[in-house]
């Protein structure tokens, strides 16, 4: 079973970094695409992608980050990270880990296997 692991959250100034980690676990992380979703407080605000990661190590950002914030993986450490600057208030969420056996994920499908989450609070 695909377990992920998520570290790094916290509460940060406008303008501050935050570098997230995610250990994988119980497949080979390799071939797995690996993706940051968030999910921000509020009725009606739905998980939306951040970052992505493919097998080949293409990158995709949603273009509110584009440019702050930046997606790695180290296939030998079974890790993938999310490195966020400059950060602004609206960067407020949960952040999700997420794994799938598709070469890039995008969008999460029924075989998405999930973090618990980390908390990053942005003050201005």
């Known amino acids: 079973q695909v377990q992920l692991v998520e570290s790094g959250g916290g509460l940060v100034q406008a303008g501050g970094s935050l570098r997230l980690s995610c250990v994988v676990s119980g497949t080979i992380f390799s071939i797995h695409a690996m993706a940051w979703f968030r999910q921000a407080p509020g009725p009606g605000k739905q998980r939306e992608l951040v970052?992505?990661?493919?097998?080949?190590?293409?990158?995709d950002y949603a273009g509110s980050v584009k440019g702050r914030f930046t997606i790695s993986r180290d296939n030998a450490k079974n890790t993938v990270f999310l490195q966020l600057n400059s950060l602004k208030p609206e960067d407020t969420a949960v952040y999700y880990c997420?794994?799938?056996?598709?070469?890039?994920?995008?969008?999460?499908?029924?075989?998405?296997?999930w973090g618990q989450g980390t908390q990053v609070t942005v003050s201005s």
């Open positions: 970052a992505a990661i493919a097998r080949s190590g293409r990158t």
């Open positions: 997420a794994a799938d056996l598709n070469p890039i994920l995008l969008v999460a499908t029924t075989q998405t296997s």
